[in-house]
């Protein structure tokens, strides 16, 4: 059973020995010369403006909430996708319904304003 | 080959979980919840679960954990001051083995009723056994109603959530 | 295709300890987010009780539902953190132990 996943394994390790190798022989080759302006994290060229621990708004939380809810749709989506043909206009008709009721959440989110950028 | 990689990915699932338990700072255990649903999903192909597994991945890892990272980065939360003690970890995990080993050997037992009872196991699987055509065949035609009743059940946490979670309305 | 080779005892044994596990987690945790995590713990050792039964019996019934599981599981984290960011903006923790405005006149 688990032989039949055995490319999945394989690209696994595959993956993980490149990742692996490209920072282990960086670490292993490069030339380190580190100075206080290098040893700062990289933002865009400017200086730093305060740490990555800073609290977000609570505005990306609504945004997580939607990505969510797609999230799940699609898990539904996609067999219904592939059952679409035998279903025929039955499972139209009931992902139609599915997916409307969903729309009215994106509705009332964006009717609220939860979605706007100030 | 199958049995090994099973024992393999519970042992990873069970420290996992065991990490989200014991770890002190929330984004860690966060990412320990990651470690064990993912072991969990090795389970699940296993279990000739492909599309549960496959889906596993993307709710969880993909979806919820995101949103308890999100959480633990709006709330800006502090590593608590408070130190495991190592007697109570080890209590701990007393309990937790005590209790599972007790189970098992519970339905070891031959003339258990949970075991004997009800349908015998198969021997065989069919052909297209926990692909998406089978899985999704039921929740589009037997599970109907439940499937319609679980987008009012998103809708409703969609708003639930804005609502609570909106300064002003 | 086969069964796999595992006496069901033991993933049953598995089911429990993550169950157990995610217990103890909401019941000595005292931050509501891993009480939240282990909640989503005790629904996945369901699921796999779920799968290696409809493993052993031969039919899928059991995934299907799994997904069911998911889903509210889902629907669950979402409000569930929401009541969590809505309870620190009143209250500015997540501690347990500080929540005792139902309990006691604060």
Known sequence: MSESYLPIFILFFVTLGIGGAMLGLAYVLGPRKPSAIKEMPFEFGSPNIGTARERFSVKYYVTAILFLVFDIESVFIYPWAVLFRELGWFGFVEMLVFVAFILVGLVYVLRKGALEWE | MDVFVFYAAAAITLLGASMVLVLANPLRAAMALILSLGALSVIYVLLHAQFVAVMQLLVYAGAIIVLFVFVIMLLNLEDPKTRRSWPWVAGVFTIIGGLSYGLARGLMVDDNQFITSGPPHVNALSKDYGTVEQVGREIMTTFVLPFEMLSVLLLVAVVGAVVISKKRL | ?106
């Open chain 3, 1 to 106: 295709m086969v069964p796999i080779g595992v006496p069901v005892e033991h993933v049953i044994a598995l089911a429990v300890a993550l169950f157990v596990i995610g217990v103890l987690g909401v019941l000595l945790r005292k931050s509501v987010i891993v009480m939240l995590m282990s909640v989503e713990l005790m629904l996945n050792a369901a699921n796999l009780l779920f799968v290696v039964f409809a493993e052993r019996w031969g039919v899928a019934r059991g995934q299907t539902i799994s997904f069911f599981v998911m889903a509210v599981a889902a629907a669950e984290a979402a409000v569930g953190l929401a009541i969590l960011i809505g309870v620190f903006r009143t209250h500015n923790t997540t501690d347990v132990d500080e929540l005792r405005d139902l309990l006691e006149q604060s």
